[in-house]
Each structure stands twice: as C-alpha cells, then as structure tokens.
C-alpha cells in the first residue's frame, strides 16, 4: 500500500507563492507518473500538473507559466511550486502516483489552498 503525504498548502494573497509537497512510501514498485489534481468547491476534480519519472511535464491550460511541478526520484518526492496565484487557484490540491508496473494509482489527502483576492 502506498502512503502519500502532502504538506504546504495554506492561505496567501493574490499573486503571492506557495509550495506543495508530496512524499511517496511504502511502494515496492517503482513509480510513474507524478502529478497534482485540484478540487474547487461544487467543481470536479482536475489534473494540474503531471511528471513522469524521466522528467517530462504536463500542465493544464490555466496554471502554464506560473506553476512548475518537479520530483525527487530518490526521495519519491513531487513538488508543485505555485507563483502568481490567483483567487481562482482556491482549491484543495491532491497528489497522486501511479505504479509504473501495475498502473495503480494512489491519492493523498489533500491540501487546502486558498488565495484571497
């Protein structure tokens, strides 16, 4: 089973910065793609940004040029650096792995990010 912990999330002003965290544990397996979700209030859940473990990035439309996801092969660690946030970033934010071999995928518990305006 493995465990995802996400830490960074919090309240910040529009065009302020925040970084989210995301350790991975308890896979035997090695792991895939990494990747950040968000869930807004009455809103389904939404990919943000995707890594795979060569490196390669994925992001959604309204987050390019200000958020960058990265990882930390070694520490089976994502991050997702947020600048120039929005009120419209208001969210929790889920991490999410998938097992490279069983194509598994595990969630975190979330971390709620709120922007005022």
């Known amino acids: 089973q493995v465990r995802l912990v996400e830490s960074g999330g919090g309240l910040v002003q529009a065009g302020g910065s925040l970084r989210l965290s995301c350790a991975a544990s308890?896979?035997?397996?090695?792991?895939?793609?990494m990747g950040w979700y968000r869930q807004a209030p009455g809103k389904q859940r939404e990919a943000v940004a995707t890594?795979?473990?060569?490196?390669?990035?994925n992001y959604a439309d309204s987050v390019k040029g200000r958020f960058t996801i990265s990882r930390d092969n070694a520490k089976n660690t994502v991050y997702l650096q947020m600048n120039s946030l929005k009120a419209e970033d208001t969210a929790v934010y889920y991490c999410?792995?998938?097992?490279?071999?069983?194509?598994?995928?595990?969630w975190g518990q979330g971390t709620q990010v709120t922007v005022s305006s």
């Open positions: 999410s792995v998938v097992l490279r071999w069983s194509l598994s995928q595990y």
């Open positions: 308890g896979s035997d397996s090695s792991i895939g793609v």
């Open positions: 890594i795979t473990s060569r490196g390669t990035t």
